[in-house]
Structure formats: C-alpha cells, structure tokens
C-alpha cells in the first residue's frame, strides 16, 4: 500500500511540476485559454445557435450585408449570419482536427513502438512501408483518398489520419530506441516480463513527452489540411458550415464582401496558433532542455 501511495505521489508532484513549467509561458496559457473557449463553443454550439435557424436558414433581405451591431461578422450571400456559422463551424473544424490525430495516434504509436523495440526484420520491413508513404506529400496523399473514398466528414477524418500514421509511428520508434536500453528495461526482461507489459508500463510512458508534443501540433495541421481540401471542394461539403468550406464559399465575393473570407481565415489562423502555442508549451514544460 505504501509503495502505491509513493508512486501516486511522485506521479502528482511530476504533474504539478509540468503545469508549474508551463504556466511560466505566457504564450502557451494564453494559446490555452482560447483553445478551452474555442472548445467550449464547439462542445455547446447548440445550446448558443439553433441549426436550423440561425445556420441554414435562408434571409434574402439580408444578403451580403457588410460587419455591423446585429451581425458583428456581416453575413454571407443567402443572408446568414457569418458570426454563427463561424461559431458552429468550430464544431466541425476542431472534431476533423482532433479526431484525425487520435485516430492516427492509436495506430501509429503501437507500430513504432513494436518496430523500436524489436527491431530487426520487422522494424526494417514495417519502416520501409513507412518510407513509401512518407515519401508522398501528406497533403497529396490525403487528396488521393478522399477522392477514392468519396467527400464527406468521416472519411475526410480517415483520409487525414492516414496521412497522420507514418509521422507518429516514426516520432514512437525514435523515442522507444532511445529507451529500450534502460537499466530499467532489462531489469524486467531479466525476470521474464512479458513484451506488452514492458512497452505498455515501462516503455511507452517515458517516451509519452514527445508522442503527446508531436499530436498536438498535428492537430494544428490537419485542420489546415481539412480546410484546404474543403476550400477546393474534396472536403465537408456545403451547407455544412466548416471553415474550409466557408472560405470556399466566400471566393465568388472576395471583391465586394471581403468580411466572408476574412472571418473564417481569421478563425483557421488563430485556431492553428493557439494550437501551436500549446504545443511549444508542452514541449518545453516536459523536456526544459528542449527549450529554446
């Protein structure tokens, strides 16, 4: 019981002493706080927009009218309000971004994990596999499959988070060759640990610094990606309000309704941001020798 209770305690005091580090970056607690609120929108977009409404209903009277009190962001050529199509876009544009990573993540990391650890004929035919994917551009890559698999949300995700595989498997297996030789790690090989004890509760959790920093600054990415492939029509496709899609949308008016195509811009860039901000904040919170 004492050992556990040791053990949960060094485990807290390690995490106070990451969140003490990054507190101390200005850049990453703000890049924080709006990615909490810009979360929160898209967690209760429903509750503040009603879909129907406030989204795809049509008001003819009110087209292309320009920023002002009543549309705070103007509104788009069928007269809806860009501020609540931007607001529930959120939604899609931040659930194309972490949903793609995650599922990139839970693929990629046991692969590079089994191929660092290992070694041998499998790492060396699983990371020539790699390199032949790696070789395309992800973006490229990413477009060849939604044009196979057909444009909608679910396979746009799918799409992005095979691109994602090859970087997250690459990042684990560097990270388990760096660990695998341990003092630690042949102390439980010595008493006949089995390989997925090992991996799952010795390997795996001190190679978590850099698989979590590499996750959530491909987030930022694939939601760059999500919105140019929706920008030239292989993405979410129209009405759904997804940023890409908006931007899209807007092209036709860029000379008389600039506000269509600079709100949704604006909100891609400060969402991919803050993202990054987080990320260079928990790069140098959980490895201070990284810093810069």
Not at 202 to 209: A, E, G, I, W
């Given at each position: 019981?004492s050992?556990?209770k040791e053990?949960s305690k060094v ?11 990054f507190r101390?970056?200005?850049g990453?607690?703000?890049?924080l ?5 810009l979360?929160?929108i898209a967690?209760?977009?429903d509750v ?9 209903a049509m ?5 292309l ?6 549309h705070?962001f ?15 876009g959120?939604?899609?544009s ?6 793609s990573v995650?599922?990139g993540t839970?693929v990629?990391?046991?692969l590079?994990a ?5 070694g041998?004929k499998?790492?060396?035919i699983l990371?020539?596999?790699v390199d032949t ?6 973006l490229l890559m990413?477009?060849?499959?939604v044009?196979?698999?057909g444009?909608n949300l679910f396979?746009l995700?799918?799409?992005?988070s095979i691109?994602t595989?090859p ?10 060759m760096?660990t ?5 790690i ?10 997925h004890?090992?991996?799952l509760?010795?390997v795996l959790p ?5 698989i ?14 999500a919105?140019?492939?929706s ?8 009405p759904t309000?997804?940023w890409?899609?908006?931007?899209s949308a807007?092209?036709s ?11 949704p811009g604006?909100?891609?860039m400060?969402t991919?941001?803050v ?6 904040g ?9 810093k810069?």
């Amino acid at each position: 019981m004492s050992s556990s209770k040791e053990k949960s305690k060094v485990k807290q005091n390690r995490f106070l002493e990451i969140w003490k580090q990054f507190r101390r970056n200005k850049g990453a607690m703000f890049g924080l706080v709006v990615l909490i609120l810009l979360i929160l929108i898209a967690v209760f977009a429903d509750v503040i927009w009603d879909y129907d409404t406030d989204i795809t209903a049509m008001q003819v009277g009110d087209c292309l009218l320009k920023p002002c009190l009543a549309h705070p962001f103007g509104t788009d050529n069928y007269g809806r309000d860009m501020l609540a199509r931007i607001g529930y876009g959120t939604r899609y544009s931040l659930a194309i971004g972490f949903a793609s990573v995650f599922m990139g993540t839970i693929v990629g990391v046991p692969l590079g994990a089994l191929a660092g650890y290992m070694g041998g004929k499998f790492d060396t035919i699983l990371m020539r596999i790699v390199d032949t994917f790696t070789i395309i551009p992800s973006l490229l890559m990413t477009i060849i499959l939604v044009s196979v698999l057909g444009t909608n949300l679910f396979n746009l995700m799918l799409a992005l988070s095979i691109s994602t595989i090859p970087v997250m498997t690459r990042i684990t297996r560097a990270s388990v060759m760096v660990t695998r030789n341990n003092d630690y790690i042949e102390s439980a090989r010595a008493i006949g640990a089995p390989t997925h004890i090992i991996l799952l509760k010795h390997v795996l959790p001190n190679c978590f610094s850099p698989i979590l920093v590499q996750a959530t600054l491909r987030v930022g990415t694939s939601i760059i990606s999500a919105a140019g492939l929706s920008y030239i029509g292989l993405g979410v496709p129209l009405p759904t309000p997804e940023w890409g899609a908006l931007l899209s949308a807007s092209k036709s008016f860029i000379i008389n309704a600039q506000h269509m195509c600079l709100f949704p811009g604006l909100a891609i860039m400060i969402t991919v941001m803050v993202i990054n901000l987080v990320g260079d904040g928990l790069r140098d919170a959980l490895d201070p020798k990284l810093k810069r």
